[in-house]
């Protein structure tokens, strides 16, 4: 099957900080990338949906200041958290749609975000 | 509006014993539905889905799922459990109309040795 990555797998931070985590496709091109986060136990909450050379579309309740997304290629998306804090802590997700084959969505490895 | 409920939080089956892992969903359209697999700490993997044509879809590492559209169902099964099986599983759907995929709340597999 297609091929998500994502780096880093794991940072640890210290409030106030920004953290950039990449997203990408290594073997498909993906014209939408999804950014989920998941809290422990629990199930994925969409983030934002980006689209290749456009602005994310952010699901309500998510600050779009807070966690920047640019989807600048068809192969690569990036979350940046901006001014982090211990409640941002968190396992992130992304998630790529083969463009090719629109039903599809792979996900990466995850990172795991620790905020002190 | 898109929804899924996986009715069960944990299921458990001893090693060698068929499991089914439960999912409903309710959608407006015709639904894409997809179950997904994760590890601890890792992302999910995609087992299988049903786009259309045959109600049984067979996917990877043995599972498959049957799509019954009268019971709005798509439950996940496997003939025989491998204690590796354990893990939390997700069932997604995505109505037709819509670009994102909606996850039930996850099921955790326990099969014991």
């Known amino acids: 099957g297609a091929v998500v990555s994502q780096h880093p797998s794991r940072v640890i931070c210290k409030s106030g900080t920004s953290v950039k985590i990449e997203c990408r496709s290594l073997?498909?091109?993906?014209?939408?990338m999804f950014w989920y986060r998941q809290f422990p136990k629990k199930s994925l909450m969409l983030m934002a949906t980006s689209n290749e050379g456009s602005k994310a579309t952010y699901e309500q309740g998510v600050e779009k200041d807070k966690f920047l997304i640019n989807h600048a290629s068809l192969t690569l998306s990036t979350l940046t958290v901006t001014s982090a804090h211990p409640e941002d802590s968190s396992f992130y997700i992304c998630s790529a749609r083969d463009s090719e084959g629109p039903h599809t969505q792979y996900f990466g490895p995850g990172t795991r975000l620790t905020v002190l | 509006a898109q929804s899924v409920a996986q009715p069960e939080d944990q299921v458990n089956v001893a090693e060698g014993n068929p499991l089914t892992v439960k999912c409903t969903y309710s959608?407006?359209?015709?639904?894409?539905l997809f179950w997904y697999v994760q590890y601890p700490n890792r992302g999910l993997q995609f087992l299988l889905k049903?786009?259309?044509?045959?109600?049984l879809v067979k996917g990877s590492y043995g599972f498959e799922a049957e799509f019954n559209k009268s019971q709005t169902s798509f439950h996940l099964k496997k003939p025989s459990a491998l204690v590796s099986d354990s893990a939390l599983y997700f069932c997604?759907?995505?109505?037709?109309?819509?670009?994102?995929?909606?996850f039930g709340k996850g099921t955790m597999l326990l099969v014991s040795p």
């Open positions: 049903y786009i259309t044509g045959d109600n």
């Open positions: 959608v407006s359209g015709n639904p894409y």
């Open positions: 073997d498909f091109q993906a014209t939408t």
């Open positions: 997604a759907v995505r109505d037709t109309g819509y670009s994102t995929l909606t």
